[in-house]
Each structure stands twice: as structure tokens, then as C-alpha cells.
């Protein structure tokens, strides 16, 4: 042991410091190096910690994704935002991780008597499947729109599913919207609206306490699917258009842009989505920060579930 009190000690437990944490060699290999046992490596590598050469530090993602939660609810009107880690190898995982963060909420917030509205999303999508509440509760759920497909790419909205699904989980009562959401002309619109079966689940956007939705960007990301079909959307981009909310399109402002084609589509009206108490916005992504960023600005959001990319970059749209 008086080897520990020599004056080269502290070089010694640097060199094999340096081996075994930088060059990522074994401490065998280290061993081998120097010409001394593993043993011994293993006692040098004890002390190198132990003298502060090394420092070991872990670091939690959560962590930071709490701080971003604080400082992005601080510079908003959000009552509760929720960042998760971005996994970057999967936007699936990291979609998969904020519908997780919404059923929780959703699980400990909703009580009996709630309406909930259901928008479109790919991120709404896995929502139900992740539900897990811990007892029914008498609640109402809708669609905030009619159904959409595109045979081109073979895609269809499916939003009436969502809503039995969710509804099932709690024990709930489910509405479904069957009905387009685009139609051929407004008179045709103005016509499945006078529908009994359609009023009678439309009327239910009026009594909203809960929305729970997607966010669509103009231009559309890559993956994303424009239900409303990409050719309505030059009208929108040339006034300004930065993303969607139920197929619903605002400015750079959060201001929701006016549109003849509205009287063709059959789904949740602007001023109505501005009532419901708790309206939450799922988003992934920081290609989404500019069509988040500018909803955020109306300040109609309640509640906020993203992922740490995101997080940073609206931050950045924001200042």
C-alpha cells in the first residue's frame, strides 16, 4: 500500500483514467497495458474516483423536460404543459410517449358529466389504446368532425373509432358523426345538417368541457395527411395559413381563417372550439413549433403535451 503515499500516484491514476473512460478500453486491457493486475486497475480506478479525478454524472432527461415544462407554462396562459424525452430514433416512440402523458391526465382529471371532443391526429390515435382508468366514469364522448379518407394513399380518419374506444374505457357514452367531413357543395352540407341523427350529436359541441386534439401545420410535414385533400390548401396558405385545428386553419396569430369552403365541411365550428374549458393539444416534432407557437398566442390552449424538441424550439418561435 505505499504505493498510494508515492508522488506519481495521481499521474498513474489519470493515465489509467483516461484509458478506461475515454479510450473505452477494458480494465483487463488497461491491465495489460501498464503490465499490472486487473486487481489492481480496479483499485486505482476506486481511487481516481474517490480523489475527484472522476467524476460519474447522471444525467435524467425528465429532468430537463421539467424545466421546459416550468419556463414554456411561465411564458404562456397553459394551466399545465407536459414535455416528454424526444426519442430520436423513433417518432413513433416519441408520439407513442405523449398520448401516454394525455391518457394519464385524462385518467385523473375527468370526472362524471364531462363531454369530450375528439379531434383528428396520429398522436390522438394511440390515446385510447393507452388508457387505463381506474374506475367508469358517466361521461359523453364525440368526434369534433365528419369521417375522411383518401383513396390515393389509402388513409381514412377513423375518428368515430377513437371515440368508442375512449368511451368503452371509461364506461362512457360514445357519439358518432356519420357523416363527411367535406362535402360536394354547401347545399348538400346545409342538408345532413338538418339530419336528426347528425343534430343530435352536433349539438354536443356546444356543451364541450373537454377537446382533445391534434395540431396540423401548413405546409404539411412529411407523414402528416390533409383530410380536407392538399388541393384546398393553396387558399389557406396564400392567407396567411400556418396550421389546422380540426381542419380549422389560423394565421401566424392564432387568428382562425374565414373560407366559402367551410360551408362545405361538417365538423366543429371556430367559435365553438373556443369554449370548451380544458382544451388540450397533442404535438411532436419542432417542425410543428410554428403552428403551435401561433395557436399558443389566442391563448385557446389549456393544456400542452409535447416532446422536449418541440418544447425548445416553440420556445425559440416565441421570443
Not at 204 to 214: A, D, F, V
Not at 282 to 289: D, F, I, Q, T, W
Request: proline letters at 3%.
Amino acid at each position: 500500500m505505499n504505493e498510494f503515499n508515492n508522488s506519481n500516484l495521481t499521474a498513474t491514476l489519470v493515465q489509467v483514467a483516461h484509458m478506461y473512460y475515454e479510450q473505452n478500453l477494458s480494465q483487463q486491457e488497461v491491465a495489460e497495458t501498464m503490465g499490472v493486475s486487473r486487481s489492481l486497475i480496479a483499485l486505482y480506478l476506486k481511487k481516481a474516483r474517490e480523489q475527484g479525478i472522476v467524476k460519474i454524472e447522471v444525467n435524467n432527461p425528465q429532468d430537463t423536460c421539467e424545466d421546459l415544462a416550468l419556463i414554456l407554462q411561465s411564458k404562456t396562459s397553459l394551466s399545465k404543459v407536459v414535455v416528454v424525452p424526444s426519442s430520436h430514433n423513433s417518432a413513433a416512440l416519441t408520439r407513442r410517449a405523449i398520448a401516454g402523458a394525455l391518457a394519464r391526465h385524462l385518467e385523473s382529471t375527468l370526472k362524471n358529466g364531462d363531454c369530450v371532443g375528439i379531434g383528428f391526429g396520429r398522436t390522438m390515435a394511440e390515446v385510447a389504446d393507452l388508457l387505463v382508468p381506474s374506475k367508469g366514469r358517466s361521461i359523453d364522448v364525440v368526434p369534433l368532425m365528419g369521417e375522411s379518407s383518401s383513396g390515393l394513399i389509402g388513409t381514412y380518419s377513423q375518428v368515430n373509432l377513437h371515440v368508442l374506444k375512449i368511451a368503452r374505457t371509461f364506461n362512457g357514452t360514445p357519439h358518432f358523426l356519420l357523416a363527411p367531413l367535406l362535402v360536394q357543395s354547401a347545399k348538400l352540407h346545409d342538408l345532413l345538417m338538418e339530419d336528426e341523427v347528425i343534430q343530435s350529436v352536433v349539438e354536443y359541441w356546444n356543451r364541450l368541457t373537454h377537446i382533445c386534439t391534434g395540431i396540423g401545420t401548413l405546409p404539411p410535414i412529411a407523414g402528416e395527411i390533409v383530410y380536407i385533400g392538399e388541393e384546398n390548401l393553396r387558399v389557406f396558405q396564400d392567407a396567411g395559413g400556418v396550421g389546422d385545428i380540426c381542419s380549422r386553419y389560423f394565421d401566424r396569430h392564432g387568428r382562425f381563417i374565414e373560407n366559402p369552403l367551410y360551408q362545405r365541411l361538417i365538423g366543429i365550428q371556430a367559435e365553438q372550439l373556443q369554449k370548451a374549458a380544458h382544451f388540450m393539444v397533442v404535438a411532436s416534432g419542432p417542425e410543428k413549433a410554428s403552428a403551435t407557437a401561433s395557436l399558443l398566442r389566442n391563448k385557446m390552449i389549456t393544456e400542452l403535451f409535447v416532446d422536449e424538441d418541440l418544447a425548445r424550439a416553440i420556445l425559440m418561435e416565441m421570443r
